[in-house]
């Protein structure tokens, strides 16, 4: 009952998908930040946030972390576009979990996700900006 407050209570996405990639778990926060309620995520495939263009590459890599059980993101921090119901490009920064079953072997993954997208924005600003004065002030 814990568990279940916490997820339901943060305002991260809190996912689960099963090993074969369908969302089993959709909190509060992924309804927020993807638009999406429980209801039409769970037992979608996660093609349903994951821009269609970046969908190969994310498959290659999740197949792999099925097979192999190793992923470099339960502890690096990802940084990845995402896309909401609406269509509209989001800036993701997630960790995972990979959540195994009573024999070991790979359940499915847990994902916390935070919207990034404003300070992604500020910053792309802020370097174009930077770039403006210094080709302006060139150093000598």
Known sequence: ELYRQIVEATQEAVIFAASDGRI??????????????????????????????????????WSHVMETGVTRYGTDLLAVPGVRKDGARISLEFTVALIRDGAGAIAGVA????????????????????????????KE
């Open 24 to 61: 089993q778990l959709w909190n509060g926060g992924a309804e927020r930040i993807f638009g999406w309620s429980q209801a039409e995520a769970v037992g979608q495939s996660l093609d349903l946030i994951i821009p269609e263009k970046l969908r190969g590459r994310h498959w290659e890599g």
């Open 111 to 138: 994902a916390v996700l935070r919207d990034v997208t404003e300070r992604w924005q500020r910053d792309r600003e802020l370097r174009a900006r930077l770039a403006e004065l210094e080709e302006r002030n060139p």
